[in-house]
């Protein structure tokens, strides 16, 4: 199994930054998708950010703008860079990871974001 150690939360202001990595345990990486998705109280587990093998990215509309994602291949590391961040972005965020091929992926165990008004 793979295992995806997040790291980066924690609460900060409104307005402030906030950036998350998720390192994966191996360096099984040949064509994927890896990603942020968050889950805040009473709503679903929704995307934030994606970015595929070949570097194409993916993001949630309303965050376009705000957060960027990128990938260290060496590292074997997905960072989200959380900019003008908002108490609504207040949520558990969750590293995702699916190689093609597999219906379903791998999840981190999530690190919580608080922003504070």
């Known amino acids: 199994q793979v295992q995806l150690v997040e790291s980066g939360g924690g609460l900060v202001q409104s307005g402030g930054s906030l950036r998350l990595s998720c390192a994966a345990s191996t360096r099984i990486f040949s064509t994927y998708v890896m990603g942020w998705y968050r889950q805040a109280p009473g709503k679903q587990r929704e995307l934030v950010a994606s970015?595929?093998?070949?570097?194409?990215?993916n993001y949630a509309e309303s965050l376009k703008g705000r957060f960027t994602i990128s990938k260290h291949n060496a590292n074997n590391t997905v960072i989200l860079q959380m900019n003008s961040l908002k108490p609504e972005d207040t949520a558990v965020y969750y590293c995702?990871?699916?190689?093609?091929?597999?219906?379903?992926?791998?999840w981190g165990q999530g690190t919580q974001v608080t922003v504070s008004s």
């Open positions: 995702y990871f699916r190689p093609v091929g597999l219906a379903s992926g791998y």
């Open positions: 970015i595929t093998s070949d570097g194409n990215t």
